[in-house]
């Protein structure tokens, strides 16, 4: 069935992670299921952090925050760190806490950050703040960001370009859960292969009409159907909402879409939707089913 935008910014906020393109090759950390040996990085260890790349698409900006452990020995981390956005110099608090998005990942990943280098990696996200009412929003300014990961101190986070927007009453950032930079790039570049597959089955849509897109992107159960004709449409935003492996994981997509004559049960403009990408080994490519996640 078809999610409403409104329900979907209010209900499906704390799923909000966003991957930037954007990354920095440094000293690789390594991810272990045994670090007993290694004790848990803390303010002692002299962390600091550095947020990459402003990227995203359309109604989101998404970046990379480092954490490098510039301390003389090795120390963990692991878990999805508290996030605040702040305002001046005096890091006063602006808008909400950032929600933690953990539903999409694996179970959590301890990093071994090396000693004087050794970085661990984690995922922030903006939503713009014309997404909601004035009424609702109250738009006000963040240049930085506040992390705690669990077991340290604070740690200031600079915005990369400059000064943003968050909303003061609603909840418009997210962070993601601290993983090594493979295994972040790794899902960055799975997330960015099934955006283009749905964007392809849009471009499909127009130019074939919807029997002949159906037929080569959407599972069999969902191929066919009412003929509606689709004039243009575009992906606007995604969100990771669960993931099982790189070849069975669901989205949250955000699309504009309007139509050459009736739309059907879709809506015109802004339409919200679950998508489960499951890969097909004799089409060598991911099979989408639609309104599917929850």
């Known amino acids: ?43 002692r260890s002299h962390l600091t952090a550095t947020m990459f790349g402003l990227d995203g ?10 954490l490098t452990n510039n301390g003389s ?30 539903r999409a990942h694996p179970p959590r990943i301890i990093v071994t950050l090396q000693a004087r280098g050794g970085r661990a990696y984690l995922e922030y996200a903006f939503m713009n703040t014309a997404n909601w009412p004035k009424s609702r929003c109250e738009s006000a300014t963040a240049n930085g960001v506040v992390l705690t990961p669990s077991g340290t101190g604070a740690i200031y986070v600079h915005i990369s370009g400059g000064a943003t927007s968050v909303c003061a009453k609603v909840t418009t950032t997210a962070v993601g859960p601290i993983e090594s ?28 009409g919807p029997v002949a897109a159906s037929k080569k992107y959407l599972a069999a159960s969902q191929q066919g ?55 097909s080994a004799n089409r060598a490519t991911y099979v989408m089913a639609l309104n599917t996640g929850m």
């Open 73 to 102: 020995t090795a120390c963990t981390l692991s878990g999805v760190p508290r996030a605040q956005p702040v305002i001046g110099t005096s890091r006063a608090s602006v808008g909400p806490v950032s929600m933690s998005w953990v």
């Open 225 to 279: 159907g009412v003929i509606i004709r689709l004039h243009s449409g575009n992906v606007t935003s995604y969100l990771p909402f669960s993931w099982t492996s790189e070849r069975s994981f669901t989205l949250l997509v955000s699309m504009n879409l309007h139509f050459s004559g009736s739309p059907g049960a879709w809506n015109i403009g802004d339409n919200d939707l679950f998508v489960t990408f499951s890969w």
């Open 181 to 208: 930079l493979s295994t972040a790039r790794a899902r960055q570049a799975t997330y960015h292969a099934a955006v283009a597959e749905i964007q392809n089955y849009l471009i499909a849509w127009h130019a074939l």
């Open 1 to 43: 069935m078809r999610i409403s935008t409104a329900t979907i910014r209010d209900v499906v906020v704390a799923f909000l992670l966003v991957l930037s393109s954007t990354w920095f090759m440094s000293l690789e950390s390594t991810s272990s299921a045994s670090t007993s040996r290694t004790p848990p990085c803390t303010a």
């Open 57 to 66: 698409i359309a109604t989101q900006s998404n970046f990379l925050i480092g």
